[in-house]
């Protein structure tokens, strides 16, 4: 998994900015032990591979991945 930009997530979720965020909000703990803080605009390869199972969160192979 990649590095993602919030947004882009919230996009493929295919929720508001602001859901995401209270989405994000209800998870602030478990961020928080991966070093993501409320106000980064990207989340680390980590972080983005924990919120994709956990929302379920579709993402097409080619944005998976560095090439």
Known sequence: MKA?????LARLAGVSANTF??????RRDVL????????????PPK???YVVD???IEVPDEMQYFY
């Open 4 to 8: 993602m930009y919030k947004s882009e």
């Open 21 to 26: 965020r209270r989405y994000l909000n209800s």
């Open 32 to 43: 928080a032990r991966m070093g993501v803080t409320p106000r980064a605009k990207m989340l």
């Open 47 to 49: 972080a983005v591979k």
């Open 54 to 56: 956990d929302y379920c």
